[in-house]
């Protein structure tokens, strides 16, 4: 057998180990999600209603892509801070090319979101400056940019088409949950059949051994960064049309809430480990205690934020316990 083989081979069983953990890891997000629902479904009577449940899902649909791009980064070995700002830019963006038609307006955002990623991909991976003050760095830019463009207002739009992209329903289903579930259909397909999500999980696994087994690791990083802004420029846009306006603080703390959902549905901060429906668990266990917080009603803003990170933490206790409990 030749050394290619046996390279070859060696690299399909780091992938393979890398898949199975996080399989386990996402069933056990899957799991505290089912539960949680079933919590609030108990305690709140109209929880569990369709419409509910609904809006639930369309409301987390925005960090949901954004989390898709989020995931990608994090099994590779990186993260993204860019992801809030460009979304919030992308809003900005999308209102102001909208005059030009819908198709400006959506693609304007997801081709600067793109133009982001390589930026920071390029940075990131020729230069091998760390992912966290590139991407500051590029939150922070992006964040001057939408300010400059729509100041602290909005930048209301006139939507006409554009406007039913986000606000419509096909065969009875909200648009923006069909945009999800497709979204992160074909994220998985990427990750788990292709060449390029295989060379993912190998360099978020082990980036030396990647690049011994042939991987073209610098180019791999870009591209996945490329995917992690044009994603949340997809989702800026999706957001302006769903509010017909441009907003530059839309987004903000999508950042930190991508990485949480993410890891909250089993990816590991680490690399290497992690899957897309993981990932979505994650964004809608986020977007369940959303909904819970508002139908309490009474709590301010401050025991709001302690109650969303109180849930946060207990949610990791349970799936991390469920991880290690299915390991052994």
């Known amino acids: 057998m030749s050394a290619t083989a046996d390279l070859g081979g060696a690299k399909r069983a780091a992938v393979d180990r890398a898949r199975i953990v996080g399989l386990i890891q996402s069933r056990g997000a899957i799991l505290v999600l089912v539960l ?47 992801v809030g700002s460009m979304v ?12 030009f038609g819908w198709v400006p307006a959506l693609l304007l955002p997801i081709i600067v979101g793109t133009l982001v990623g390589l930026i ?32 602290e207002s909005m930048v209301i739009a ?4 554009f406007g039913v992209i986000a606000n419509g329903h096909w065969l009875g289903v909200s ?42 690791v610098e180019r791999v990083k870009v591209q996945t960064y490329c995917v992690s802004g ?11 049309s769903r509010l017909s306006s441009g907003l530059s603080s839309a987004g903000n703390g999508y950042e930190l809430q991508s990485i949480a959902a993410a890891v909250i549905g089993g990816v590991l901060l680490t690399g290497g480990v992690g899957t897309m429906f ?22 301010s803003a401050a025991y709001q934020g302690l109650a969303s990170g109180a849930f946060l933490l207990l949610a990791v206790m349970i799936q991390a316990g469920l991880s290690r409990s299915k390991r052994s």
Do not use: C, W
């Open 36 to 82: 949680a629902a079933l919590a609030a479904g108990s305690v709140f009577p109209d929880f569990l209603h369709a419409g509910n449940l609904e809006d639930i899902v369309t409301a987390a649909s925005f960090l949901g892509l954004v989390a898709i791009g989020q995931t990608f980064v994090i099994i590779l070995g990186g993260f993204d801070l860019s």
């Open 175 to 216: 648009n923006l949950i069909v945009i999800l579930v497709a979204a992160y259909a074909l994220g998985a397909l990427v990750l788990n059949r292709t060449p390029f999500g295989a060379a993912i999980f190998a360099i978020g696994g082990n980036e030396e051994a990647a690049r011994m087994l042939g991987i073209r």
């Open 120 to 151: 920071d991909g390029l940075l990131i991976a020729r230069t091998r400056m760390a992912p966290f003050i590139v991407t500051l760095a590029a939150l922070l830019a992006l964040k001057g940019a939408a300010i400059a463009l729509a100041g």
């Open 230 to 240: 044009a994603l949340a420029g997809l989702s800026g846009a999706l957001l302006a």
């Open 278 to 299: 993981g990932a979505l668990a994650g964004v809608l266990l986020l977007g369940l205690i959303n909904n819970v917080i508002n139908q309490i009603g009474s709590l």
């Open 158 to 161: 006139n939507p006409g088409f």
């Open 88 to 99: 919030g830019l992308g809003t900005v963006l999308a209102a102001y090319a909208l005059p």
